[in-house]
């Protein structure tokens, strides 16, 4: 699977819709966001099982100010419509690899109960 375009409109269903969905935040005129963009687009092709969506800051403002976004490019991970991992700067594909792993295995409602309990 490639990657797919999130907007104000589609974001939400998206991140709800899908157990895992990793969004890159960037713009065009990013170097960073150009040097991610073919790990992110592999990370893609290679866990189809997974969505990967991609915000374009300019295009989409109000989306990126409603994600707090200060720093292009900013990687979250979604798991069963729960943030999970948010971080600026582009990974090496290695991480990636890492972090898809890392949220595939994670338990959200275990994680959520014991941050509850906290």
């Known amino acids: 699977m490639t ?3 999130l907007t104000a409109t589609n974001f939400e269903d998206t991140i709800t819709g899908n157990e895992i969905v990793l969004v890159d935040f960037w713009a065009s005129w990013c170097g ?3 040097q991610f963009a073919p790990v992110f687009e592999k990370a893609a092709e290679d866990h189809p099982e997974i969505v990967f969506g991609k915000v374009d800051t300019e295009a989409e403002r109000e989306l990126a100010a409603a994600a707090r976004i200060t720093s292009i490019p900013t990687l979250m991970a ?3 419509g729960h943030l999970v991992f948010a ?3 582009a990974l090496p594909a290695p991480a990636l690899a890492e972090l898809v792993e ?3 295995q994670l338990d959200v409602d275990a ?6 309990a906290s």
């Open 3 to 5: 990657t797919m375009t």
């Open 111 to 116: 994680a959520i109960a014991e941050r509850s």
């Open 32 to 34: 960073p966001c150009r």
């Open 78 to 80: 979604f798991k069963n």
């Open 102 to 104: 890392a949220v595939a």
């Open 87 to 89: 971080q600026p700067g």
